[in-house]
């Protein structure tokens, strides 16, 4: 059986607050899912922030997140905000960025810590950092979830390109249980403000990798392409 992971009580309070003044009209539509006898991950989109907000408000279980490492330290974090978010997003004047930047990276990285993410690493030889931690929470019972489209700021129906460490993991953890990973799309109706859980996937092992990768990232492309 799926067990909670062990949120902190900031972000577990900040959550119950924020879902008290949500004006979502239905969590979720999906049957079975609040009684899933094995852990599984979630896969949904980002929608500009707008993805991970709606699922820690509304996804009937918990789950750890994937999230970018550098957030998940204060100086990182305090980086990337400053030169990338409100610099080149935001067009924030230096000054500006640098001080939205300090007020905001500690709180960003104590947040993401105690809702137990899972530190992601761009670009970096850590990757399998990430890999190996999720098996290991998913032997431990817990879920995982991971917001796949490369372009987090799409808004579109259309998903555009995915992330494909999902094939990775399905892999790994199949190694490590000898058991098929599944993968559960969670569609968005932002218009509706509904959330609905979609037909579970797994990675066809008998297949070569490439082919049943590419299997697996057209259903997720499908699936959360009903997203909107």
Same mark, same amino acid.
């Given at each position: 059986m799926a067990k909670l992971p062990g949120y902190a009580f900031f972000p577990r309070a900040l959550i119950a607050l924020l879902r008290f003044f949500s004006c979502f009209r239905e969590r979720v539509r999906a049957e079975g899912v609040l009684f899933c006898a094995k852990p599984r991950v979630f896969v949904g989109r980002h929608f500009n922030n707008y993805?991970?907000?709606?699922?820690y408000l509304h996804m009937p279980v918990n789950f750890r997140l994937w999230a970018f490492g550098a957030f998940m330290q204060s100086k990182s974090c305090y980086r990337h905000l400053r030169?990338?978010?409100?610099?080149?997003?935001?067009?924030?004047?230096?000054?500006?960025?640098a001080l939205f930047a300090f007020l905001l990276c500690g709180p960003t990285a104590a947040l993401l810590k105690g809702l137990r993410c899972i530190p992601v690493h761009r670009m970096s030889k850590r990757v399998l950092e990430t890999i190996d931690c999720s098996v290991q929470a998913l032997q431990n019972g817990e879920n995982i979830?991971?917001? +796949?489209?490369?372009d987090? %700021?799409?808004?579109? /129906?259309?998903?555009? @390109?995915?992330?494909?460490? +999902?094939?990775?993991?399905? %892999?790994?953890?199949? /190694?490590?249980?000898g @058991?098929?990973?599944?993968?559960?799309?969670?569609?968005?109706?932002?218009?509706?403000?509904?959330?609905?859980i979609g037909e579970s996937l797994t990675l066809d092992i008998e297949k070569p990798f490439a082919e049943g990768k590419a299997a697996l990232m057209r259903g997720l492309q499908a699936a959360l392409s009903q997203s909107y």
């Open positions: 993805g991970p907000v709606a699922m030169e990338y978010t409100f610099t080149q997003r935001k067009r924030f004047p230096a000054p500006i960025a979830m991971i917001l +796949v489209d490369k987090y %700021r799409n808004t579109q /129906r259309e998903v555009g @390109e995915l992330y494909s460490g +999902v094939a990775a993991l399905a %892999r790994r953890y199949f /190694r490590a249980t @058991e098929a990973l599944e993968f559960a799309p969670v569609i968005l109706s932002r218009a509706e403000h509904r959330l609905r």
